[in-house]
């Protein structure tokens, strides 16, 4: 089944010590997007792609970066986790071809910072 | 500024109905997303509207109306799994791609 795969599920970090988060997808979308998601909040774009296009919202911290090599890949990077970076990080992708642009989401990864 | 409504909770009884209400204010409008999300789970796609009126799916419609900025998720014939937290996403017509998200209803089914 075509679908978006995010590795790892869970993620240990220790403050301060680099990490970083791949998704793939195989269902060849245009436009990727990373989220941050905190408990009963809404999810938060981090960035998007559209190709290789790189979109970065405006108000996402420097300490976040993101990488795409290839259509199927996108990596998130975060050079100097804090505790406020604790959350789920969900990696979602849409068609930007046509349609109702739906963003189809892999199963996030839960990063904790000790 | 761009802001999406809707309740934090909801409660509601095995079998019955629920209706759940999302109201925005945005700067444009190009659609309307409902997506179900289960504790520390992604969330997954339930409906899209982008013109007025009801669509049915199943046990799920959504409701939409642009001229309000208010749309509806109703659930039919609830069941214990229905329990999770509804999000309501908005795109905003002055971007394809990018979602305005609220920051869901979460449903409590009980027996």
């Known amino acids: 089944d075509a679908m978006v795969i995010q590795n790892p599920r869970y993620q240990v970090t220790q403050f301060g010590k680099p990490v970083t988060l791949s998704c793939s997808q195989t269902?060849?979308?245009?436009?990727m997007y990373w989220y941050q998601q905190k408990s009963s909040q809404a999810p938060k774009l981090l960035f998007h792609?559209?190709?290789?296009?790189?979109?970065n919202e405006a108000d996402t911290p420097d300490n976040f970066q993101s990488r795409r090599p290839n259509t199927s890949f996108c990596f998130l990077d975060i050079r100097s986790p804090g505790l406020g970076d604790a959350a789920m990080y969900l990696c979602a992708t849409s068609n930007g071809a046509g349609g109702g642009f739906e963003q189809y989401f892999g199963p996030g990864t839960r990063l904790t910072v000790t | 500024g761009q802001n999406i409504d809707q309740p934090t909770e909801m409660t509601a009884t095995e079998g019955a109905i629920v209706q759940i209400n999302c109201t925005y204010q945005?700067?444009?409008?190009?659609?309307l997303f409902w997506y179900q999300q289960h504790a520390g789970e992604a969330p997954t796609f339930l409906s899209y509207n982008v013109l007025d009126g009801l669509e049915e799916k199943g046990r799920f419609s959504s409701f939409l109306s642009r001229s309000k900025g208010y749309s509806y998720l109703l659930l039919k014939e609830l069941q214990m799994k229905d329990s999770a937290s509804y999000l309501c996403a908005v795109r905003a017509s002055d971007s394809n791609y990018q979602l305005i998200w609220g920051a869901g209803t979460k449903l409590i089914i009980k027996p």
């Open positions: 945005t700067s444009g409008f190009n659609g």
């Open positions: 792609y559209y190709d290789k296009d790189f979109n």
């Open positions: 269902l060849n979308h245009n436009v």
